[in-house]
């Protein structure tokens, strides 16, 4: 039988379905969120592991988003920031990258570090001066994939391998630099305004912090959807739920299996997999972005993130980060990343404890990186039938709570 629910139903409670389900809260609009896993967040999660916090994927918020200030309480969240800059690693030297702004004494020491060209270094005033006045993404200027927009920009081909390809590869999570030139202007002026950070305690304080302010019995975990059809939902353990407004906020993978005659082509998503260490050696003291400027790999970039935040680690012990931009399955992979941690932090990183590997497939969306197009994607699919996600608006935690805001302000004038 039919079950007397409130009459709008969200299915998934990553960021997108929790943002949306924050607006509805506020309009004192009755709903219920059933989300598929233990947990809520989506893809942002951490794990409990040994006394340490283990992001699933290394992950960072750029405090600068203009959504995620209007949504989320910073203080609550105690966001560290990580080192304005980064270190990266070519032919066994280390050169350091500092923003002259946060970082002017280091700036200095490495004005000239010929390891970048100063006509690079030029260009690279001239681009912080271009996204000053960037606050979303950039509909005005020629849609393009960032390669060919930083090449038109005047960069060398060797600034672009040894910092353009490793850095934004590890936000694109792709490393041919193919991702729209919008996005890329986009998250250069969040880096610029406010650098990134972690809080202090996980990226999964995200979610929690939205999910804390939900009426209390709207959210149902472990309740993973079967089905959705006009004003009904069937949950997988054969619960039929009627809904006058549906609003599904899960992945687009997820989203295309619920829904199979969207009419959309689904992309295979972007994969990563990070590997996480422990150790009592001494290490750098900055929480900085080291990269890998050679493009060798496997390691595209680690972080001693218990640096930004010690609450992450267990007592008197570092927690070390290392990402790879897609998915390899051989059995010797941590032994070449620690040949690859060895030359990068000293013989130490061979003792390195292997905490847990986090192999995340579709952990990006393809389809909404190549090109963004002159509007997102549409929150409303049918009468009383609606989506959110990072996919739907721009993918970044920023996309995620905006396309969540837009799907209840649409459900919102439905219902008026």
Known sequence: MPSPTPSIVIIGAGLSGLACARILTKAGVPFTIHEASDAVGGRVRSDRVDGFTLDRGFQVMLPSYPEA??????????LRPLYRGSDVHYKHQTHRFADPLHHPIDALKNINDNFIPWRDKWHSLLLLKEVTST???????????????????????????RFFRPFFGGVFLEKDLRTSARMFLFLYSMFLRSGAALPAHGMQAIPDQLAVALPPGSLHLNSPVAAVSAGEVVLSNGQVIQAKHIVIATSEEVAHRLLPDLGEKLVPGRSTTCMYFSTDQKLPKEAILHLDGDGRGPVNNACVISNASPHLASAGQHLISTSIIGAPSSNELEGVVREQMIDWFGPGA???KHLRTY????????????????????????PGLYRCGDYVEDVSINGALLSGRHAAEAVLASLA
């Open 135 to 161: 606050y979303g993404i950039e509909r005005r200027i020629e849609e393009m994939e960032t390669e060919d927009y930083l090449q038109d920009f005047g960069f060398s081909e060797s600034m672009i391998d």
């Open 359 to 382: 192999q995340i497939r579709n952990a990006q969306p393809e389809s909404r990186q190549l090109k963004l197009g002159l509007k997102s994607l549409n929150n409303v699919l049918a």
């Open 350 to 352: 061979r003792e390195w």
């Open 69 to 78: 200030r209007r949504v989320l309480d910073y203080d609550g969240l105690n």
